[in-house]
């Protein structure tokens, strides 16, 4: 996947890493694997709650699993197109773009009167994670240097992420039988409003974005990409 590189920063007095313009990455950090474990958490969170959509939408079984499958193609068939967006716009800018299209596809999955409204929903969201995905790793690949500031923060990159995977079904499990299938999609909302608030403090935006031309559709987009 292509990413923007990593920038050398300064370390603090105390050995943490600085970011561009002198911030601790520490928050930085916090919020990048905040936005990937909700984004990988929504992967799984909807499995436990497929009888209750499919009661309500009495929706056929083979077309029911359009609600896990299309995020899922999406999100992983997106990544390699969310890195290139990343390179040649700005990390900060599509992580913006990706968080503002998931919060938004979110309110459309749990405002669906109709099963093809929510599976579209469902392909948006996956789309917003793809870009928003791709774009944090490529922001945290240019906050931290290479070496034990990057290798921790990519460690716990990963560790999030697997916890956001092994989460969802408990997670979704819990909400599906206090709130409702729904709450599923709407507590997105604020959290991505959040998130989306939070960032624009904590990081930076490129100094310079890369004048490369985006590679060919074909080139970007990758059914194989995993998500996590």
Not at 8 to 23: D, F, L
Not at 25 to 44: E, K, N, R, W
Not at 51 to 63: A, K, M, Y
Request: with cysteine.
């Amino acid at each position: 996947m292509a990413l923007c590189r990593s920038a050398s920063a300064p370390t603090g007095k105390q050995g943490h890493r600085v970011t561009e313009g002198g911030r601790s990455g520490t928050p930085a950090l916090a919020l990048l694997c905040a936005v990937q474990f909700m984004l990988v958490l929504d992967v799984a969170v909807t499995a436990v709650a497929l009888v209750p959509i499919q009661r309500e939408f009495d929706v056929s079984p083979g077309n029911l699993q359009w609600v896990t499958t299309a995020y899922g193609v999406t999100f992983g068939g997106l990544l390699v197109l969310g890195g290139r967006l990343a390179d040649v716009l700005g990390g900060r800018r599509m992580l913006q773009a990706g968080l503002t299209v998931f919060t938004v596809a979110s309110v459309g999955c749990g405002a669906a009167q109709e099963p093809w409204q929510l599976f579209i929903g469902r392909g948006a969201q996956g789309v917003g994670a793809a870009i928003g995905s791709a774009a944090a790793l490529a922001v945290l690949l240019r906050l931290f240097a290479e070496g034990p500031p990057r290798n921790f923060a990519l460690g716990m990159w990963g560790a999030v992420a697997s916890a956001g995977a092994i989460a969802g079904q408990v997670i979704g499990g819990v909400f599906t039988d206090t709130l409702g299938w729904r709450s599923l999609f709407w507590i997105n909302v604020p959290i991505g409003a959040v998130l989306l608030f939070v960032l624009q403090f904590h990081v930076p935006a490129n100094r310079r974005a890369s004048r490369q031309p985006l590679e060919p559709p074909g080139r970007s987009c990758s059914p194989r990409a995993s998500p996590c």
